[in-house]
């Protein structure tokens, strides 16, 4: 079983700042992990992924996070906050594995970002 | 190239009426999945097709059935829709590790 915690569900920042949203993962066999963000009244669009290349795995809009087994992490960091990235945050985890339920995303429950002017 | 579409975008059901979510994608992917958010939630997987003809339950299939018509469509059918089904529900599609999104719909049941 896979499972996945976001700590925070509401994070403010002012703009400018740095942007820290944490992720935690627990999985069985080694995961494959994802950061989507969520607009306002839209679908969720891809941000990052990681599948066990480089830990260290940059995205979209500046984004960036890193993959930490020992911790069973993958926080999302960005180093200066711009009034464009309020939105939601979702981290997932996706274990692959041969058979019909192969890379089934389960998501954390979101962490809502504003970035204060 | 439209990526996964959904229809309608937004729907207002009285308890007990029945619905069918409509979702179509055009990237000639196999696997096709059905998810509901709901606040402070997340995303929770309602069923999934690995492949046409395949339907498997998810996290959370009670009160739901699903239609995998072709590879192309898949559809999501509320046969007596309760308050407890009042969502936005996202249809996906998969390519390798990677799930796309489509934009949604939003119901509510009263």
């Known amino acids: 079983a896979q499972s996945v915690t976001q700590l925070g569900s509401h994070v403010s920042v002012s703009e400018g700042a740095l942007v820290l949203l944490r992720c935690n993962y627990s999985s069985s066999v080694p995961p494959y992990l994802f950061w989507y963000v969520q607009y306002p009244n839209q679908g969720l669009q891809l941000l990052l992924k990681y599948t066990s290349a480089a830990t260290l795995v940059k995205g979209i809009n500046g984004f960036e996070a890193e993959f930490k087994k020992s911790e069973t992490s993958f926080h999302l960091t960005k180093p200066s906050a711009h009034m464009s990235d309020a939105a939601e945050y979702f981290c997932a985890v996706s274990t692959p594995y041969s058979g019909a339920g192969s890379y089934q995303l389960t998501f954390g429950k979101g962490t809502k970002l504003s970035v204060i002017p | 190239n439209a990526g996964v579409t959904q229809t309608p975008k937004f729907q207002v059901l009285k308890t007990g009426q029945s619905m069918t979510l409509q979702c179509a994608q055009d990237m000639n992917h196999n696997s096709m999945y059905w998810y509901r958010q709901d606040p402070g939630m997340g995303l929770r997987l309602i069923y999934y097709?690995?492949?046409?003809?395949?339907?498997d339950k998810g996290e959370v299939p009670n009160g739901y059935n699903v239609s995998r018509l072709n590879k192309r469509e898949f559809s999501l059918r509320l046969e007596s829709a309760a308050p407890s089904q009042t969502s936005v529900y996202f249809c996906a599609s998969r390519s390798s590790y990677e799930q796309y999104f489509g934009p949604g719909t939003r119901l509510t049941v009263t």
């Open positions: 097709s690995a492949s046409e003809g395949t339907t």
